[in-house]
């Protein structure tokens, strides 16, 4: 395994230890697909994968639920404009690293993450406010097309 992803399983382990939560073999496997995917991966997709890469079949019912931990342990991202999942970039940074934009080329499929400045998403916060409702998603996901495509 690259010492990269190695190093990215090290963290998310010291991570879920820190915050008090398990992360099973299971969720280790479909957490190091993602990680070393190329781009997102939709839930069939990370089935297949898993299946190819750990010889054994996992129900599409308990990859969800593994997605779901991951998403709420903040070690990946669930993409909404294209339904797929995404390992978290800035995992590794720091425990809580603010809110994620997602610039997700509409050719290709490539995502890169970036850092929402406090200052943007505090206004939209302020925005949501002005019309009574609390944001619940608190990423930005940004439809364009890529350098290498354009």
């Known amino acids: 395994m690259d010492q990269r992803f190695q190093n990215l399983l090290v ?7 820190i915050d008090g ?9 479909v957490l190091n697909i993602l990680i070393e995917g190329s781009s997102p ?15 054994e079949n996992i ?11 991951l998403s709420q342990a903040n070690l ?3 993409l909404n404009l294209n339904n797929k999942y995404i390992g978290c970039a800035r995992a590794k940074c720091c425990e809580r690293h603010g809110y994620s934009q997602f610039l ?9 993450e970036t850092n929402v400045d406090p200052i943007v ?6 925005q949501a406010q002005a019309f009574q409702c609390e ?13 290498r495509c354009q």
Do not use: N
């Open 121 to 126: 998403y505090e206004h939209l916060v302020q």
């Open 21 to 29: 939560l398990r992360l099973t073999q299971k969720r280790k496997q």
């Open 41 to 55: 991966l939709s839930a069939y997709e990370i089935k297949d994968l898993y299946a190819e890469k750990y010889d």
């Open 135 to 147: 944001i619940i998603t608190p990423h930005l996901e940004v439809a364009c097309v890529c350098a």
């Open 11 to 17: 963290i998310a382990q010291d991570k879920c230890a």
């Open 59 to 69: 129900k599409p019912m308990t990859i969800y639920r593994v997605l779901e931990f």
């Open 76 to 78: 990946i991202h669930k």
């Open 104 to 112: 997700i080329c509409v050719r290709c499929g490539a995502v890169e």
